[in-house]
T-cell receptor, first 114, second 111 residues
Framework: DSGVTQTPKHLITATGQRVTLRCSPR?????VYWYQQSLDQGLQFLIQ???????AKGNILERFSAQQFPDLHSELNLSSLELGDSALYFC?????????????FGEGSRLTVL | GNSVTQMEGPVTLSEEAFLTINCTYT??????LFWYVQYPGEGLQLLLK?????DKGSNKGFEATYRKETTSFHLEKGSVQVSDSAVYFC??????????FGSGTRLSIRP
């Protein structure tokens, strides 16, 4: 058990809809990262938050947004969903701002867009 | 830019066989290098790491040596088990706040 909790584990929705994925980081960790894992593109970095502030942005679409709340949990919002957004979305956390490479991953949220 | 390239899978081996999964990288400066493992139905977890040239990371019988001259960090294990079946990701730190992962190599071990 990594200590990182993600909900929901599975989500099925239709094109054009909006969903919210939730992540609770490991106790004491201030950084939260979001990754997208799809079959054909491996693990893609989306965005990082540190103590409530956005710190790094990767290949995140404009239809996607995220935030980190004062209690340090984070939410990833995906809107105007397309078939190609079907993927596993992972949240990871680390203690500090500067990553030493040691991330703790949740079990992921599997999104299926029909 | 910085990148990680690892051998494509799937890799299928018999139990007790020798394993090598190749990983090469491109990076400016002196990155730290990592192998993560993803067991079925689970998130990624750190397997081993090396933070400078010639360092050897090891864990659970797996080893990888940071080779600056060949920009490589190949994963090896002398005798694999069925329980090693998983997807393995090579990764590096490219900056203060971003980790870059390779595309992953699926490993299947036959009893």
């Amino acid at each position: 058990d990594s200590g990182v909790t993600q909900t929901p584990k599975h989500l099925i929705t239709a094109t054009g809809q909006r969903v919210t994925l939730r992540c609770s980081p490991r106790s004491g960790d201030l950084s939260v990262y979001w990754y997208q894992q799809s079959l054909d593109q491996g693990l893609q970095f989306l965005i990082q938050y540190y103590n409530g502030e956005e710190r790094a942005k990767g290949n995140i679409l404009e239809r996607f947004s995220a935030q980190q709340f004062p209690d340090l949990h984070s939410e990833l919002n995906l809107s105007s969903l397309e078939l190609g957004d079907s993927a596993l979305y992972f949240c990871a956390s680390s203690a500090g701002l500067e990553s030493t490479g040691e991330l703790f991953f949740g079990e992921g949220s599997r999104l299926t867009v029909l | 830019g910085n990148s990680v390239t690892q051998m494509e899978g799937p890799v299928t081996l018999s139990e007790e066989a020798f394993l090598t999964i190749n990983c090469t990288y491109t990076a400016t400066g002196y990155p730290s290098l990592f192998w993560y493992v993803q067991y079925p139905g689970e998130g990624l977890q750190l397997l081993l790491k090396a933070t400078k040239a010639d360092d050897k990371g090891s864990n659970k019988g797996f080893e990888a040596t940071y080779r600056k001259e060949t920009t490589s960090f190949h994963l090896e294990k002398g005798s694999v088990q069925v329980s090693d079946s998983a997807v393995y990701f090579c990764a590096l730190t490219s900056s203060a706040s971003k980790i870059i992962f390779g595309s992953g190599t699926r490993l299947s071990i036959r009893p």
